[in-house]
């Protein structure tokens, strides 16, 4: 079993991430929240699992879903909720919203919203790490979609080409928006895609967050050593609508018996009890990393609502071109 | 006449097509999923199946040329994307390709297809959701451009798109997706290459597109408690352009407007002011004027984008400038009628709840 503290770890970065966006989801409604916001409620282990492996100076990209590995990787939550709130404050000025969330300092360098899209830059970052001569890690985070751009093939190729310092994290939700994924894909698994181009690629259980954590570890170092890109699939499940606070199964594109037997797999919940069921924690314990969690949520909400608007710079040419 | 949405009219023309000729077949995300592409493509697949209405892989580019490839041989395509921003992965199949095959290889094999595609706007959509291309498209010889502002050119120009035997961009924006209108039952064509005079003036020209009819009739509400009589072209077609309806119109105010969403350097707007300014024949009395979105990229914060885009009062202001009459005036209508108009800049009308 792992350490006792490792695993206190991953449940406060599990419960944060799980707070924050019910909060968002709530807030939502208020209507001061004005871009779209894709939830990753339900896909949390994942980003946790893979981030705590990494180290603070290990650089991620994301995707529009991209608030979890946001703050996984230790991204400031006072700017990211002032991102999302369009504020000054936020850690892109208010000018990318909720898709477009960046902390430098934590090493989170990008998430952008079109499909396939930050993948390639996060490969040139790992390119640069390799040609530099550091031992800075990359992970990029995509969805099952992004396997049906040509890019992912061809980044899949240049990564193995170059033996480049890279993880590829592909979060396997079953869906693109509406559309199931045997609508879109052949029954091959999308890892086997990797492995074809020749680099280490597993898929596992996205919501077991040991597995997620004992299988990044072991690649992660892997990659480190210099062995070269590997390639993780996490199979999971979004429990809300693809972009926006609610539910909306009532729609009928999701197979109910998939649904439950997912929301039966949560994360957190699973989680939870496992750390109950081994007495690596109490409950009383557990109520007070809560508690800790739901106060930081509450100060950046303060803090995005109290922040000023941006004001519309007037030559924007400064916006534009880097000096 | 039946009265319908945006979104309606373009639905109608799918379904006429698909029913009147079975070469035609719509492909794209979730074309046949339970918002059918903003309900542009709801009920269609129930009705014509799953081999004409179908859903893709997240492969802009390949289905692009996968298009190509069925209209060389027999089919019509109509394919179709939710934001501009996502067409942007297929620029090599249109440019390279469809737009140049009829050309370069002798006048052959043609390219009859239509890419359907929708602006966003507001709710903070940002960077790469809200790009405003029809500069981009329209570029480029081989292809044609649409961007109809009513529901009764939507359908008809959705129809001649489809039934066009060259590759057709067909340009429809998120804000416009919920306007009503008129719209005929049959199956009638709006032609390509033809501009409408949406009203008739004598005091300037206003050129215009796609959403920014909506700013721009918004406008003329103010200009003509001024006494100002402007004169409203919608373009509808981009390409080829309507050159001869914009000189008529021109020669007749001696005044020219453009309004237009994409970003003003060597926009649209430009385009047409160069026209107007080659013509020998056109005599202009004051120097002539564009409204466009600025060049830098759309933000998502809402105090951003109030100020990133242009909107009727921004014209209303451009026109009293360009004809010397009454600021004060104006100033106070507008004054009026935005403390009677409080819906929030960033959606199209007060039900709108975004996401996207
Ligand atoms: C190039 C491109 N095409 C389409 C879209 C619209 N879109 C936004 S998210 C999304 C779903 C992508 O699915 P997946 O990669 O599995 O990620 P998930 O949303 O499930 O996390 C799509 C199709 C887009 N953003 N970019």
Excluded at chain 1, 140 to 152: K, M, N, R, S
Excluded at chain 1, 192 to 208: C, L, P, S
Excluded at chain 1, 272 to 286: F, G, Q, R, S, W
Aim: proline share 5%; net charge positive; charged share 25%.
């Amino acid at each position: 079993m792992m350490k006792k503290q490792n695993l206190i770890s991953l449940y406060k970065k599990l419960i944060l991430i799980r707070l924050t966006e019910e909060a968002i989801a709530l807030k939502y409604q208020e209507r001061e929240i004005r871009c779209p916001v894709h939830l990753s409620i339900g896909q949390e282990a994942i980003a946790v699992g893979v981030c705590e492996n990494l180290k603070k100076d290990d650089i991620v990209y994301s995707t529009h879903r991209c608030h979890a590995h946001y703050i996984a990787k230790g991204g400031d939550l006072n700017r990211m909720m002032a991102e999302i709130y369009g504020k000054v404050t936020g850690c892109a000025k208010g000018r990318g919203g909720s898709m477009h969330l960046v902390d430098l300092e934590a090493g989170f360098w990008g998430a952008t919203p079109i499909v396939g899209n930050s993948l390639p830059v996060a490969l040139g970052v790992a390119f640069a790490n390799k040609l530099k001569g550091n031992k800075k890690a990359v992970a990029v985070f995509i969805g099952d979609g992004t396997a049906e751009e040509g890019v992912f093939h061809e980044c899949l190729n240049f990564a193995v080409l170059h033996k480049l310092p890279i993880l590829f994290v592909c979060e396997n939700n079953l869906f693109s928006v509406y559309t199931h994924l045997k609508e879109r894909q052949h029954t091959r698994p999308i890892y086997k895609i990797a492995e074809a181009h020749g680099m280490e690629a597993y898929q596992k259980d996205g919501n077991d967050i040991l597995e997620v954590y004992k299988i990044s570890s072991s690649i992660i170092d892997h990659i480190r050593k210099g062995q070269g890109p590997a390639f993780l699939e996490f199979m999971t499940y979004r429990h809300r609508e693809h972009c926006g606070p609610f539910y909306d199964d009532q729609l009928g594109y999701r197979d109910q018996k998939e649904v439950k037997y997912w929301l039966k797999k949560d994360p957190v919940t699973n989680f939870k009890k496992y750390l109950l069921d081994h007495k690596v924690i109490l409950e009383t314990e557990m109520e007070k990393i809560k508690k800790e969690a739901m106060g930081k949520i509450t100060r950046a909400l303060d803090f995005a609502k109290k922040s000023k608007f941006p004001k519309q710079e007037k030559d924007f040419r400064k916006l534009i071109y880097a000096k | 006449m039946q009265s319908n949405t945006y979104t309606k009219a373009m639905n109608e023309a799918l379904d006429s097509c698909l029913k009147k000729d079975k070469s035609v077949f719509v492909i794209g995300l979730g074309v046949p999923d339970p918002k059918g592409v903003f309900g542009a493509t709801s009920g269609l697949r129930k009705k014509y199946g799953p081999k004409r209405v179908m859903d893709m892989p997240v492969s802009e580019n390949a289905l692009t040329g996968v298009c190509i490839g069925a209209a060389i041989n027999g089919m019509r395509p109509v394919l179709t994307h939710q934001r501009v921003d996502f067409s942007l992965l297929a620029l090599d199949q249109v440019i390279n390709n469809a737009a140049k095959w009829y050309y370069m290889f002798g006048n052959q094999q043609s390219v009859p297809m239509v890419i359907k595609l929708t602006v966003g706007m507001g709710w903070g959509q940002g960077p790469q959701h809200s790009q405003n291309l029809q500069t981009l498209y329209a570029h480029i010889p081989g292809l044609k451009v649409v961007a109809p502002a009513t529901p009764r050119d939507a359908k008809g120009l959705i129809i001649s798109a489809i039934e066009d035997n060259n590759p057709v961009i067909f340009i429809d924006h998120r804000w416009l997706h919920e306007t009503f209108g008129p719209v005929p039952e049959d199956h009638y064509k709006v032609p390509i290459g033809k501009a409408n005079v949406i009203k008739k003036g004598s005091d300037i020209t206003i050129v215009s597109t796609s959403y920014m009819i909506i700013e721009t009739m918004k406008a003329l509400n103010l200009l003509n408690e001024l006494g100002i009589k402007p004169e409203v072209v919608d373009l509808r077609t981009l390409k080829p352009l309507d050159e001869k309806t914009i000189f008529n119109s021109v020669k007749k105010t001696g005044r020219l407007l453009v309004t237009d969403l994409s970003h003003r350097e060597f926009g649209v707007a430009a385009e047409i002011i160069s026209r107007v300014s080659e013509n020998p024949k056109i005599k202009l009395l004051t120097s002539p004027q564009r409204i466009t979105a600025p060049d830098f990229p759309a933000p998502s914060s809402p105090a951003l984008s109030e100020h990133y885009y242009p909107r009727y009062t921004d014209i209303a202001l451009k026109v009293v400038e360009m004809l010397e009459a009454d600021k004060d005036r104006l100033a106070k209508l507008i004054a009026k009628d935005k403390e009677s108009n409080k819906i929030p800049h960033d959606v199209p009308d007060d039900r709108f709840m975004g996401p996207f």
